[in-house]
């Protein structure tokens, strides 16, 4: 059984920063690509960023590219979303996943353990 914890949530005011850790149990951790997702409120839960085993290769929903990186650090069975400039649209709760490996991440079906995500809070 795969247990992913999220942390790192908080109240922020627009254009700071927030960085956001998914702590994975489990050996094989570093077998799998994983991503995050978010959901605000009244809307459905969507994409935000995905990183493969390695970390060699990323990619972002268009509204976070430039703003959000996405990296890992298999030693630490961890991997983090560090998210600037942040904006009052960014509010929502922020959910870690693992990716099965049968696509390109970008759909929820893709993922088998989820976190039970941590609440991000932008004001303006």
């Known amino acids: 059984q795969v247990q992913l914890v999220e942390s790192g949530g908080g109240l922020v005011q627009a254009g700071g920063s927030l960085r956001l850790s998914c702590a994975a149990s489990g050996r094989t951790f570093s077998s799998y690509a994983m991503g995050w997702f978010r959901q605000a409120p009244g809307k459905e839960r969507e994409f935000v960023a995905h990183i493969s085993w390695s970390g060699g290769r990323t990619y972002y929903a268009d509204s976070v590219k430039g703003r959000f990186t996405i990296s890992r650090d298999n030693a630490k069975n961890t991997v983090y979303l560090q998210m600037n400039s942040l904006k009052p649209d960014d509010t929502a709760v922020y959910y870690c996943?693992?990716?099965?490996?049968?696509?390109?991440?970008?759909?929820?079906?893709?993922?088998?353990?989820w976190g039970q995500g941590t609440q991000v809070t932008v004001s303006s």
């Open positions: 996943a693992r990716d099965r490996g049968y696509g390109l991440g970008l759909r929820q079906n893709e993922y088998d353990y």
